[in-house]
């Protein structure tokens, strides 16, 4: 017994060494790596606090003053505050704050109106949609009847006259808007009014774009749609989790498909740190930096076309800038391995009409989030570009990947990154 009471007060370092020190190797990685991958971002302490605290030791099946559990008083109140800044932050009459993922808080929304077999028009995996969207793996394209919008082949942007169209054809129970990698604005006006015309209810995903539009960066979907998911880790930067946001008509069907619907107990110590990344979204200084992840997108996408990158779409209204590598010669696969090599982590993607496999791909997706957290403005993103350009221009130059390391580190030295965590 005296063993087991010892444990509870012996460091992560003392008791497991191996997981402790890989932990270690993470920090000093994302410290001297340039983060370009656009779904990721740095938090703040308070927000690591918040998920590392005691709160991981409690269960509260259920809904504040509804727990099945007793000894919630505290979590309770946490869950209504994390709630009550979700409402006011988005402008939204219901926020269930409890979804452990993006996919789980669609898989909620979803749940809360359709049925097996009932007719979903969303984006295209590889127009820049998401798995949760319709892909035939995931459990939308299994239980529901999917219609695929997608870009037009010449601006590739959203092409609404197709999606009113296939509405019409199709009378889908539910029209999809939102996207993984689509970098221009979304019109959630247009899209209501398609939605309302064959009398579809409008769910949309701002799992990418929810912190600009909480800084005013981004038009907001909240008005024009009956559900809007999110997760709170991209450009919300806050915890790893998710939310959704509804109508008041809706509330309590969308309550009961959470839980007990598609999960049990909530994640309190996630729930704890989206009350604080709601507060800290809701402050002034936060629109500053959704205006300069705007910025740095625009700064990062003009570099790269000045050295002869084609754009996807022509440029960027968010913090996405996708790469067309054909010009270059280098498949996306190819080009994130050389990249990480070099210090800069990126991710490969799908480009519209792309002729490349899934796992291989003809794009690169990047992203401003996470180097704006770390203080970098357009200079940096100048830099960026050309280190992006050396690298993918000389892929298997050894030489010049270490160079490019090393100024990457110097770069991500000036704009320190946790210098503690424990």
Do not use: W
Request: net charge negative; with cysteine.
């Amino acid at each position: 017994m005296a063993f087991f009471n010892e444990m509870m007060e012996v460091s992560l370092e003392g008791l497991d060494a191996e997981i402790s020190g890989l932990i270690n190797s993470e920090l000093e990685r994302q410290r001297t790596h340039i983060e370009l991958i656009a779904s990721e971002n740095f938090v703040p302490r308070a927000i690591m606090e918040g998920m590392g605290s005691v709160l991981t030791n409690k269960y509260a099946e259920g809904y504040p003053h509804k727990k099945y559990y007793g000894g919630c008083e505290f979590v309770e109140r946490i869950e209504e505050i994390a709630i009550e800044r979700a409402k006011k932050l988005f402008g939204a009459d219901h926020a269930n704050v409890q979804p452990h993922s993006g996919s789980t808080a669609n898989q909620a929304a979803y749940f809360s109106v359709m049925n097996p077999g009932d007719g979903m028009l969303a984006m295209r995996l590889d127009h820049g949609g998401h798995l949760s969207h319709g892909h035939p793996l995931n459990f939308t394209g299994m239980m529901y009847k999917i219609t695929a919008y997608g870009v037009d082949p010449e601006t590739e942007t959203i092409d609404y006259g197709e999606v009113a169209r296939l509405a019409r054809e199709c009378g889908p129970k539910v029209i999809v808007a939102g996207a993984s990698a689509y970098p221009r604005a979304i019109d959630f006006a247009r899209f209501r009014a398609i939605a309302d015309e064959v009398g579809a209810i409008l769910v949309t995903d701002m799992a990418h774009i929810a912190g600009l539009v909480a800084g005013g960066a981004h038009d907001s979907p909240v008005p024009h749609s009956q559900f809007v998911t999110s997760t709170t880790h991209k450009t919300l930067r806050g915890p790893r989790g998710a939310f959704v946001l509804c109508s008041a008509e809706y509330a309590r069907d969308l309550d009961r498909t959470v839980f007990p619907g598609v999960q049990g107990g909530p994640l309190l110590p996630a729930v704890a740190a989206k009350a604080t990344c709601f507060k800290l979204a809701g402050e002034p200084e936060f629109k500053s930096y959704a205006a300069q992840v705007v910025r740095n997108a625009a700064a990062l996408c003009a570099r790269l076309r000045e050295r002869g990158f084609r754009i996807v779409s022509g440029g960027t209204d968010n913090h996405i800038v996708l790469l067309d590598l054909r010009s270059k010669g280098i498949t996306g696969k190819a080009a994130e391995r050389a990249l990480e090599a070099a210090g800069i982590t990126t991710n490969k993607n799908a480009i519209p009409f792309d002729p490349e496999k899934p796992m291989v791909t003809s794009g690169l997706r990047l992203g401003t989030p996470a180097v704006t957290s770390r203080g970098m403005k357009e200079e940096q993103m100048g830099l960026i570009a050309d280190a992006l350009d050396e690298v993918l221009s000389a892929p298997d130059d050894a030489g010049a990947s270490r160079a490019v390391r090393s100024r990457m580190a110097e770069l991500g030295a000036a704009f320190p990154l946790y210098e503690s965590v424990r």
